[in-house]
C-alpha cells in the first residue's frame, strides 16, 4: 500500500491525482490541502480519510473543522497546514501541485524528511533549485515530474547516460494564439485566453500556456531536473501535443515519448514509477496523419524569451521573472491589466533588478515580495 499527500488536491492536477488513486485502490491519502474550496475538500475527506488536511485561508480552515467535527480530522490553515501536510508521517511521496512559490517551504519539508516529490509545481525549482536539488541528493530523494513535458523526458532517459545528452526538445502546442501577431494580442479577451485547444488545466496554467512563460518556466525547470545548460534545452511548436518531449543524443538518435493529451498518464507514472499500470486512452496512428513542427513566435510572445535569459543569467532573476508573472496573471484573471501586460511586466521588472547570485532562502522570498509591492505602486499609479 503506498501513502501519498497532496498539496492542492482541489486543483486540477490534485483531482486527477485522486481519480488515479480511486481507480487502483491501493494507494492510502495522508493528507490533502486546498486553498479554499472546503466544499471539494470536504467530499475528498469523507471519501478518501486522510489523517489531517490543511486549508491555506484560516476562515475557510475555521468552517471546514466545523463541518468535518464528526471525523475527527485535525484541520491546519496557512504555510502550518501545507508543512503539517507535507511532513506527515506515513506519507511516502508527495505530490506538490500547488500553484506558485507556496510550494518551494513544503517541497523543502518532504524532503527534509524523507519523502519523494511527484513534481507538478513549476515554480519550486525556477526559483530554488539550487537549493531543492542538492538536498534532495542528500536525501537520497526522488523528484518525479508529473509535468507532461518533463515526463516525457524522464521517460525518454530511462537506462540512458545523461553525459550523452546532446539537447532536450521541450514541446509547446503552442496555445489558443499560436500564428498571431503582437498587434493582434492587443484585443484579448480573458475568456479567449482560457480557451486551450488541447489541455483541460487550471486558470493560472491556461494563461501561462497562452504567453508561452510556461514553456520558459518548463524550460528553466528542467535545467535543474536533468542538469543540462539552458542553451542545449529547446522548445518547438508541435499544435497537436502528442510528442510530449524529447532527447536528442550525441549520436543524432531522437528520444520521444507520445501519448493523448491527458495528465493522468504523468501524474499516474510519478505516484507508481517504475511500475506501469493499465490506463485508457490511446492514440491511433492510422487516425494520425501527420505531426507537424514549428519554431516559436519570441518576438511576438517574448516571456519565452525573457525565461531564457533569466535561466542563463539564475541568482535571483528566475524569482522576479516567476513573481512578475504570476502577479501580471493574477490581476490580468481579475481583469485590470491587459493581456500584452504580462509579458511587459515581466521585462520591466527584469530589467530593473538588481541581480544576487546564490540567494538564500530569505533572499529568494523577499525577492518575490518586493518584486510584488513595486508592481502594486505601478498598477496604483497607473490606476
Not at 489531517?52 to 468552517?63: G, P, R, T
Not at 507535507?86 to 500547488?98: L, P
Not at 536525501?139 to 550523452?164: C, M, T, W, Y
Not at 504567453?211 to 518556466?217: A, D, E, F, S
Request: net charge neutral.
Amino acid at each position: 500500500m503506498r501513502k501519498v499527500a497532496i498539496l492542492g488536491s482541489t486543483g486540477s492536477i490534485g483531482t486527477q491525482a485522486l481519480e488515479i488513486v480511486r481507480a487502483n485502490g491501493d494507494i492510502q491519502v495522508t493528507a490533502l490541502t486546498a486553498a479554499r474550496n472546503i466544499e471539494k475538500l470536504e467530499a475528498q475527506i469523507r471519501e478518501f480519510k486522510p489523517r489531517l488536511a490543511a486549508v491555506w485561508e484560516k476562515e475557510a480552515a475555521e468552517i471546514l473543522r466545523g463541518r468535518i467535527a464528526d471525523l475527527g480530522i485535525p484541520v491546519y490553515a496557512g504555510m502550518e497546514g501545507m508543512l503539517a501536510a507535507a511532513g506527515e508521517t506515513d506519507a511516502q511521496i508527495v505530490v506538490t501541485a500547488v500553484v506558485g512559490m507556496i510550494g518551494i517551504l513544503p517541497t523543502l519539508r518532504a524532503i527534509q524528511n524523507g519523502k519523494d516529490i511527484a513534481l507538478a509545481n513549476k515554480e519550486t525549482l525556477v526559483t530554488a533549485g539550487h537549493l531543492i536539488m542538492p538536498l534532495a541528493e542528500e536525501k537520497q530523494v526522488r523528484i518525479l515530474p508529473v509535468d507532461s513535458e518533463h515526463s516525457a523526458i524522464f521517460q525518454a532517459l530511462n537506462g540512458e547516460n545523461r553525459k550523452e545528452i546532446a539537447n532536450l526538445w521541450i514541446t509547446a502546442s503552442g496555445g489558443p494564439f499560436l500564428g498571431r501577431t503582437r498587434e493582434e494580442l492587443k484585443t484579448v479577451r480573458l475568456e479567449d485566453a482560457l480557451k486551450h485547444p488541447n489541455w483541460v488545466m487550471g486558470k493560472k496554467i491556461t494563461i501561462d500556456s497562452s504567453t508561452l512563460v510556461n514553456k520558459g518556466l518548463e524550460v528553466m525547470e528542467a535545467r535543474w531536473l536533468f542538469g543540462v545548460p539552458m542553451d542545449r534545452i529547446r522548445v518547438v511548436i508541435q499544435p497537436k501535443s502528442i510528442i510530449h518531449s524529447m532527447v536528442e543524443f550525441l549520436d543524432g538518435a531522437v528520444m520521444a515519448q507520445l501519448g493523448t493529451p491527458d495528465m493522468k498518464l504523468p501524474i499516474q507514472y510519478a505516484l507508481y514509477y517504475p511500475e506501469r499500470r493499465p490506463l485508457s486512452g490511446r492514440l491511433d496512428f492510422w487516425q494520425l496523419s501527420e505531426i507537424a513542427f514549428a519554431k516559436p513566435d519570441t518576438d511576438t510572445f517574448k516571456g519565452l524569451r525573457l525565461a531564457y535569459e533569466a535561466g542563463r543569467q539564475e541568482g535571483t532573476l528566475p524569482t522576479v521573472f516567476n513573481a512578475a508573472n504570476e502577479w501580471a496573471v493574477a490581476r490580468f484573471l481579475e481583469g485590470k491589466i491587459g493581456y500584452l501586460d504580462i509579458a511587459d511586466r515581466i521585462e520591466h521588472m527584469m530589467m530593473r533588478h538588481d541581480n544576487r547570485k546564490h540567494p538564500s532562502l530569505e533572499e529568494i522570498l523577499e525577492t518575490e515580495k518586493r518584486t510584488c509591492e513595486c508592481l502594486d505602486v505601478w498598477l496604483a499609479k497607473k490606476s
